[in-house]
């Protein structure tokens, strides 16, 4: 007795739920389980896995010293009995199959099922011989179900790998009992296919399924086809009761032929040809959706494939068809009503159940899968991921979906496994979920947090299935041009209204304006229109996002593509819609590039193009027109006019931080400078070598959408030129390059600014590297050396731009670092400017340049320290102003929380400005007064529709804190 209790004691400390029966099945068996209580205690149940240890000991005592010598046996028969109690019965029944677990991989199952009923895998008509045959089939289909569920619960075979081999398994289950009927019923004159159905045919079977078949046969040459088919449906029959007749070892499944024409009441057995007539006159939505799944699994492969092919092109069509999203829509809610009792723990049907997923996948393939061969897939993950790269789907949602699938599949998966019955509802017996949660690897609170977790995934499983399943839009899709449906003048009315349109009298406008007559493109807007007037709902400013809509309809609307793109590409209409609601800039480059829509449904489309590639695409248009010069720079204009579009699009959509938008703009603005300079001086070709010198914004590589190009000209007579005559060609090519990109045109100009070089409007435009360096030898003050920190070669003769910035260094990187009068005078300078320069009326609070705390501040800040110490910091040698800045803080110059402080808000700063361009399509230094603009700003900037105040107050707390650190390090001692 004492030692039971110690035996007990030590059981309840490793796990067991009863550790007084434990201990008694350990005692029985002692001393040959001891040793093995520590790998029982990690397995899902230890009492389950314990009791059917036991009895399999009893059954063949060898049994605990193979589990001792053999790591990986051990663990996949500890992980199967953990689970399941009735492949533990299966196992106690046939030890010796415990040889079966000790294999890495077994043979084909086709092969082994056939063997088991004694017929030849070699045969194409095999027949079984075995007396015994039935049981044989259920004893080896058993052995290899117990062996994949091995590989499975020790995590050696994934999901996908795991639903394929069960599907797999069942084919060749039903190969086997094809044989077995062979034996019956003399099959001489017929041709017999089956086609597996729904999970079967997907290859996403679970352990314990119903399996879906529709069989299709043909007679053989020269036979009768009403006799054929009367040998084909006593086949069919037979091969059905060979799965599910009861034997002492049970039955397999039931095969479930529902889902042929006519379900129940219609003939077993069809030829091909009786099939499609049916489909094509009488079948309803539902059996198209079922089609989707088919795939031939036994009998006759080449009939089946033919069945598939002959069935694919009706499916793909389904979507055309009057009513058929209303329809599945209605399936889905008879499908809820028929679960209530079991509500929410019903994980396939209940809500955000795996047929919530499953109908989301389905409806969007029927819809879009028409037009886009590669959403065609069986399966539901492969299918799922195909709409995600489509752009039907988000990746985030996609994502989501996948997770929550995977999961209720598992859990799916190891309700089934326990006593290999088919289950789709959750216990809610504690041991039960602490099994579940054991065996999804959950040990400190099992059923706490599996209970969290698969609520959670419910969760988010219905919320995407609402999403996407019920989303308007694929009505709009599945209709076409044919649909009746469209918004009534009242209802359009009080939709707006609802939605929060500021103008609906105009938005009615509009609407009309687009929906009116009876051409196609009408049509289809009157089924856009709903949806799209929901999406502009969700933007800052839902009458500009309409009126935006409209005029890029009335360019676009006789394009082809343009109103499929937006029916079929879920994606491309959603960000459509968010770039007309939230920038004025963005809607006014589309109009004047109205096919620049195409490139909304990727993510990868908005991505920046390298400036090589740009480059080499621009001159490749300057090329084009030979000597028409205006001609050649409106190409290179409207590049950049695309290019600007594809970056406020990425800023609009968060693809791109406040750093990528502001390199992305610089590189396009050197690019352009380029491609025109190229132009520029053809003219003057070997009269002088000439580099435009980046400086200001341009040369910080921190261009805003607002930004002129702040430029320097260094200019090089070539051998044998004179000076004069070089210097008047220099002059001439840079008066062209502003000239060029300043004409009147639809796209935006790139104003070119030289104020900033020596003696600025006074000085001369253009002048040589000697002139340059007299200069500033002679006549250079602090303001100047500050200025030069952004100088960067931009464009030109690359070799004499790197001899420009070469001898400036001496100047922006004194030696010795700036002197206390220099240093004064920079302060003074800085004070001056901020009384002096700040526009009458501003507030200086929200001034996002000159204001405190702004881009002036900080950027003075970082070029006071490169300036006082460059020279003996290579790493401060940077234009850029949170390079610089991180440079400082890496040498010791600033503390980290300054140098985050500093770099938040200029890039909060930054963001402003850059989010007043977008919104207001004209440039802004302040923080709106205006209410309305603040909210349009602030939403831009990710804020809620109510953060217009929370906008407001994180500015004025980032640039307060960020003017508390100049003050210090800026004006400090």
């Keep these: 007795m004492p030692r039971i209790e110690s035996t007990a004691a030590r059981l309840a400390r490793l796990g067991f739920a009863d550790a007084a029966r434990a ?46 010598s053999d790591a990986a046996l051990r663990g996949r028969v500890l992980a199967v009995l953990g689970v399941s109690a009735a492949l533990g019965d299966h196992l106690v029944r046939h030890p010796g199959q415990l040889a079966l677990l000790a294999q890495p991989e077994l043979d084909d199952p086709r092969t082994a099922l056939l063997r088991a009923v004694g017929a030849d895998p070699a ?31 020790t995590g050696e075979a994934e999901l996908l790998a795991v639903m394929a081999e069960l599907s797999d398994l069942a084919g060749a289950a039903l190969e086997a009992a094809l044989a077995v009927a062979r034996a019956e019923v003399d099959d001489a004159d017929v041709r017999l296919a089956v086609i597996g159905m729904g999970k079967c045919g997907a290859r996403e079977l679970n352990y314990i399924s119903d399996v879906d078949v529709v069989f299709v046969a043909e007679p053989r040459e020269g036979a009768d086809e009403a006799k054929a088919l009367r040998a084909a449906t006593r086949l069919a029959q037979a091969m059905m009761r060979a799965c599910t007749a009861p034997t002492p070892e049970g039955a397999l499944w039931e095969v479930d032929p529902g889902l042929r024409p006519e379900g129940r009441s219609g003939p077993l057995v069809r030829t091909l040809a009786s099939h499609l007539a049916y489909y094509r006159r009488w079948a309803k939505t539902w059996e198209f959706q079922a089609l989707l799944k088919a795939r031939p699994v036994a009998g006759d492969m080449d009939l089946g494939q033919s069945y598939v092919q002959a069935v694919d092109d009706l499916v793909w069509t389904a979507a055309t068809r009057e009513h058929f999203v209303e329809d ?47 959403l065609r897939r069986r399966g539901t993950l492969p299918a799922l991921a195909a709409l995600s790269r489509g752009g039907y789907v988000g990746r985030d ?26 289950t789709h509802v959750l216990p809610q017996d504690p041991a039960a979920l602490r099994r579940l949660g054991r065996a999804l690897g959950l040990q400190g609170d099992p059923v706490g947090e599996f209970t969290a977790r698969w609520r959670r995934h419910a969760r988010e499983a219905r919320r995407l299935h609402e999403k996407l399943f019920y989303r308007p839009l694929l009505q709009a899709v599945a209709r076409l041009p044919e649909s009746e449906s469209r918004l009534s003048a009242s209802a359009a009315a009080a939709r707006l209204e609802a ?7 105009g938005a009615l406008r509009h609407i009309a304006a687009l929906t009116s007559g009876v051409s196609r493109r009408a049509a289809i807007q009157r089924t856009l229109l709903p949806v799209m007037l929901g999406w502009f709902a969700d933007t800052p400013d839902p009458d500009a996002a309409l009126l935006g809509f409209r005029q890029v309809s009335d360019r676009l609307g006789a394009t082809p593509w343009y109103l499929r793109l937006l029916r079929d590409e879920t994606a491309v209409a959603a960000r459509m819609a968010r770039v007309l609601g939230t920038s004025r800039y963005a809607t006014g480059l589309l109009m004047h590039a109205p096919e620049a829509v195409a490139m909304l449904g990727s993510d990868a489309d908005l991505a920046v193009r390298p400036a090589a590639s740009l480059l080499n695409e621009a001159r490749t248009a300057v090329s084009r027109h030979g000597g028409d010069v205006e001609s050649a720079v409106a190409a290179v204009r409207a590049l950049r006019r695309r290019e600007l579009f594809r970056t406020a699009v990425a800023d609009v959509s968060g693809l791109a931080d406040i750093e990528t938008v502001g390199e992305a703009l610089s590189r396009l603005n050197d690019v352009t400078l380029q491609a025109t300079l190229d132009a520029a001086l053809r003219p003057v070709a070997g009269v002088t070598r000439f580099a435009v010198v980046a400086m200001g914004r341009l040369g910080g590589l921190e261009c805003s959408y607002a930004s002129d190009a702040d430029v320097m000209f260094v200019h090089s007579p070539c051998p044998g030129v004179a000076e004069r005559e070089a210097a008047e ?41 000697a002139s340059y360096r007299a200069y500033y030898a002679r006549w250079s003050s602090p303001w100047e050396a500050q200025a030069l920190l952004r100088a960067r070669f931009s464009a030109g003769d690359e070799e004499l731009g790197a001899d420009f910035t070469s001898m400036i260094d001496e100047l922006r990187y004194p030696r010795g670092g700036l002197g206390d009068d220099a240093v004064r005078e920079i302060r003074r300078l800085k004070a001056r400017m901020e009384a002096e320069r700040l526009p009458r009326g501003a507030d200086p609070a929200l001034h996002t340049k000159l204001g ?24 401060l040698r940077t234009t850029r102003t949170l390079e610089a800045l991180r440079a400082a803080a890496a040498e010791g110059l600033l503390s980290e929380r300054d140098e985050e402080v500093l770099a938040g808000a200029w890039r909060f700063a930054s963001r402003v400005r850059d989010a007043l361009m977008l919104v207001k399509g004209r ?6 007064r205006d209410v309305r603009e603040r909210r349009f700003v602030a939403r831009t900037l990710g804020y809620p529709p109510d953060g217009s105040e929370d906008f407001l107050d994180d500015y004025r707390r980032v640039t307060r804190r960020a003017r508390q650190v100049v003050e210090r390090v800026f004006y400090g001692d």
């Design 499 to 505: 939605l929060g349109y500021v103008d609906p009298a």
């Design 123 to 153: 045969d194409p008509l095999p027949r079984a011989s075995r007396e015994d045959a039935l049981s044989a089939l259920r004893v080896g289909y058993r052995g290899h179900l117990m062996h994949l569920a091995a590989r499975d619960l």
């Design 923 to 928: 440039p802004g230094d302040s923080v709106p």
């Design 328 to 374: 599945v829509q209605a399936m889905r809610r008879r499908v809820e009503e028929h679960v209530r009792a079991e509500g929410e723990r019903q994980i396939k049907l209940g809500p955000g159940g795996l047929r919530d997923i499953e109908f989301a996948v389905q409806l969007l393939q029927l819809v879009h899968g028409r037009l886009d061969p590669l």
């Design 852 to 875: 405190p705390g702004g881009l002036s501040d900080v950027e003075w800040v970082a070029q006071l320290l490169q300036l006082r110490h460059a020279a003996d910091l290579p790493s």
């Design 729 to 769: 060609a220099a002059f001439a090519a840079a008066n062209e390059l502003r000239r060029l990109l300043a004409l009147p045109a639809p796209d935006p100009p790139l104003m070119v600014d030289p104020d900033l070089r020596p003696e600025g409007r006074q000085g001369p435009l253009v002048r040589t590297l």
């Design 23 to 68: 201990a008694g099945l350990v005692e029985q068996s002692a001393p040959a389980l001891d040793d093995l209580l520590d790998a029982l205690a990690d397995t899902a149940d230890p009492d389950q896995a314990l009791l059917s240890l036991t009895r399999l000991a009893e059954r063949d005592p060898a049994v605990p010293g193979l589990l001792r």
């Design 397 to 422: 949602d996609s994502r989501a979906m996948a997770e929550a699938y995977a999961f209720l599949r598992g859990v799916e998966h190891l309700l089934q496994l326990h006593r290999l019955r088919r």
